[in-house]
T-cell receptor, first 112, second 117 residues
């Protein structure tokens, strides 16, 4: 079955700096990769996603890149703000299957 | 309506109690999910309902019993729980794709914080 690894487990950056979170997946058939942000005590919220027919996607300060050959995908947050502090989960799945496999999470702290 | 709602927000129960968690969505989604989440861990899948039928049961103990009365509602019935079942219980939904393959973007409810004494 699919396995998703995520690094780093914790990340601390100064406000205004960039943050990068990296994930790898094991199942080459996976074709959909969402990223969720979960603030303390809140629900996981989808912040960006990418499908396997696209190499990069950007939404304002957030971007995701996908390398299908290496089975890597990464989340890039630029100009970080304190409100970006949260746990971020990457995930992988196949669009023909309804089970999403989550990575273990990255706790991001943005220091003002 | 673009939200998944869950009730109650908090629940404290004893090991002999019976209680139910409720989830509702009005986005026309045909797949609904129950997850269990422990602190600082990713959501852990428990059950999946697709078109109101149970499609995935991740070997969850029988003290958790899901029910899908209609396409908008999902319940989780709890009985004889253990203290280690204390967690955040999340409901999610996703839309079925027109081709029959799933649009698997999952939207989560706010969760029920369950404490078992």
């Amino acid at each position: 079955g699919e396995n998703v690894e995520q690094h780093p487990s914790t990340l601390s950056v100064q406000e205004g700096d960039s943050a990068v979170i990296k994930c790898t997946y094991s199942d080459s058939a996976s074709n959909y990769f969402p990223w969720y942000k979960q603030e303390l005590g809140k629900r996981p919220q989808l912040i960006i996603d990418i499908r396997s027919n696209v190499g990069e996607k950007k939404d304002q300060r957030i971007a995701v890149t996908l390398n299908k050959t290496a089975k890597h995908f990464s989340l890039h947050i630029t100009e970080t703000q304190p409100e970006d502090s949260a746990v971020y989960f990457c995930a992988a799945t196949k669009t023909s299957y309804d089970k999403v496999i989550f990575g273990p999470g990255t706790s991001l702290s943005v220091i003002p | 309506d673009t939200e998944v709602t869950q009730t109650p927000k908090h629940l404290v129960m004893g090991m002999t109690n019976k209680k139910s968690l409720k989830c509702e969505q009005h986005m026309g989604h045909r797949a609904m999910y129950w997850y269990k989440q422990k602190a600082k861990k990713p959501p852990e899948l428990m059950f999946v309902y697709s078109y109101e039928k149970l499609s995935i049961n991740e070997s969850v103990p029988s003290r958790f019993s899901p029910e899908c009365p209609n396409s908008s509602l999902l319940n989780l019935h709890l009985h004889a729980l253990q203290p280690e079942d204390s967690a955040l219980y999340l409901c999610a939904s996703s839309q079925d794709g027109a081709s029959g393959s799933w649009s698997v973007t999952q939207y989560f409810g706010p969760g029920t914080r369950l404490t078992v004494l």
